[in-house]
């Protein structure tokens, strides 16, 4: 059957894919004649969906590490694109089919009718291995941002157009009961939508970033129809589940002739840390098959989880409780490359960057550090041990969106940020006394560590940067590295277009000078670390 082809299917074989889609397995009446549908071909999407650009390749200064994990890009990358090109076929599908079934509805046949059927039908069968396909590429691959931002887009259009089907056949079942109808053949679905992320209070959706479609079946027509209202459900609330004072902006008409509606909703309270949803309901009037109906609809879905932040300093524990819903859902364990890819979409998310057009995304290597550091390279990462691992990789991240230039260094490479003492080793290995790396220390969550050559060569130092060399000083951490002759050189570490990495070593004053700001001062150490002298 399909489900067990889906299970065993071989994501390593790139024609694996094609021929899944292009055939599959349907459970069809077997009274019924199949239909066989013409092949569309497209044209390959990838100008609509950039791929991010590489940084141009520096002369060789120092490499360290074994090669990264294989990350597959150009299988993955043909696959997602095969599954574009289905998704835009079906869009034309399904325009097909609505047009066809409204016709037939004027003057139906049963022989025609079953045709329809069948081909409706076999389209919803094949989305939803089309879905389990994103499933499987989601939990079996290391994808890039971009990948991942294409893996969503697709998952909502598939899901959109499943909704759409659904209809359809419907709309075919109740004609051959010849029963009226008393329900509206339709459907609420959130067309488009900007969750999961953290907004803050008294923030603002933009114009197009939250959008209600209202779906109909093919001869079905609305004839009069409510405002739409948007309903935030807040999670662990004890009497405060659907706060009318949580938001406004969230009652909205409907564009009718788009059959759409958009909320450019404000945040006006936080959630309490707590993770919220929104949902919406409209009451509309329907004439369906020579018949007038009424009734209310409610979201099919509710939308992704959010987490309202009244303060920057929730934002750490904000993020926890997204991820974790965004990573696990409802499992308890999930393979490590799933986890990864969620990692991933947060990652980019939490640094404000484009998915499609990235600055720094975390690389391999940054993923090969985590997967040992919390896993011991465990295929398998398991809920109860999401917490230990947040306490440390929140902090580091908490540091890079909210202390000031710290993002900016490591958009630059000039904080390397996850690596070993060993690596750190390799990395400085026949540098000469001065050349210093920045990186997050493994003992301190959300602390930097300096380590640095001394004054003789391989003489390697580890200097931990303490709260009062910088915030309770009021310099910032370039400033702190301006002040101290320990530190002449710096590693701005960069990716090979092969993925090897690379470091290139640079004067201090060079990189950091555009953030020089002031004077700074106070040599302190830390525990485990060496002092400055």
């Known amino acids: 059957g399909s489900q067990a082809l ?33 092949d569309v071909t497209f044209d390959p999407v990838q100008d609509h969906f950039a791929m991010p650009q590489p940084i141009a390749p520096q002369p060789p200064v120092q490499t360290f590490s074994p090669p990264p994990p294989q990350t597959n890009a150009n299988t993955s990358t043909e696959r997602i694109n095969s599954l574009l090109q289905h998704q835009h076929a079906q869009d034309t599908q399904i325009r097909l089919l609505r047009e066809k079934q409204k016709n037939l509805f004027a003057s139906p046949t049963n022989e025609d009718l079953r045709k329809l059927y069948v081909e409706e039908k076999e389209l919803f069968n094949q989305l939803e291995q089309e879905l389990q396909a994103l499933d499987i590429l989601n939990a079996q691959t290391l994808l890039t941002p971009g990948e991942l931002h294409r893996v969503d887009y697709l998952r909502n259009e598939f899901q959109l157009q ?4 659904q209809l359809y056949i419907h709309e075919i079942e109740q004609l051959n009961l010849g029963q009226v109808l008393t329900k509206p053949i339709a459907s609420l679905v959130i067309a488009r939508q900007p969750f999961p992320n953290v907004p803050s209070k008294g923030s603002q959706l933009g114009e197009d970033e939250l959008v209600v479609q209202l779906l109909t079946g093919a001869s079905t027509v ?15 609330t004890q009497g405060r589940a659907n706060d009318e004072k949580a938001i406004s902006g969230n009652t909205q008409p409907l564009d009718h002739s788009l059959l759409k509606a958009k909320f450019p909703i404000t945040f006006e309270e936080g959630t309490r840390r707590n993770a919220a949803r929104m949902r919406f309901i409209v009451e509309v009037q329907l004439q369906q098959m020579g018949h007038t109906t009424t009734g209310t609809l409610e979201s099919v879905n509710n939308s992704s989880p959010f987490v309202v932040m009244t303060n920057q300093k929730q934002w750490e524990g904000c993020e926890k409780t997204l991820l974790l819903r965004d990573a696990f859902g409802s499992s308890l364990e999930i393979s490590w490359l799933q986890f990864a890819n969620a990692l991933q979409r947060q990652f980019i998310r939490a640094t404000r960057q484009e998915p499609q057009n990235n600055s720094r995304c975390l690389s391999s290597f940054d993923f090969a550090y985590l997967h040992d550091k919390f896993l011991a390279n465990r295929n398998v990462f398991l809920q109860r041990e999401y917490e230990a691992f947040w306490n440390w990789y929140g902090k580091c991240i908490q540091v890079i969106r909210y202390q000031r230039h710290i993002g900016q260094l490591w958009q630059e490479g000039l904080l390397y940020g996850f690596m070993t003492r060993e690596e750190v080793d390799m990395a400085l290995s026949g540098e000469p006394p001065g050349t210093f790396v920045l990186r997050f220390s493994e003992r301190h969550a959300g602390q930097i560590g300096i380590a640095y050559v001394g004054a003789q060569v391989n003489s390697i130092k580890h200097y931990l940067v303490q709260p009062n060399d910088t915030a309770a000083s009021k310099v910032t951490l370039p400033d702190f590295l301006r002040e101290k002759p320990q530190f002449a050189h710096m590693l701005q570490f960069t990716l090979l277009p092969t993925g090897v990495p690379q470091f290139r070593r640079l004067p201090k004053d060079q990189v950091l000078g555009p953030l020089y700001s002031r004077r700074a001062g106070g040599d302190t150490t830390g525990t485990g670390y060496d002092p400055l002298v």
């Open 6 to 38: 889906t299970m065993s299917m071989d994501l390593d074989d790139p024609e694996i894919l094609t021929t899944f889609l292009d055939i599959g397995d349907f459970p069809i009446d077997a009274n019924f004649d199949l239909s066989q549908l013409d």
């Open 162 to 165: 499943m909704h759409q089907l």
């Open 222 to 236: 609305v004839s009069a129809c409510s405002a739409i209202k948007g309903i935030i459900t807040t999670e662990n």
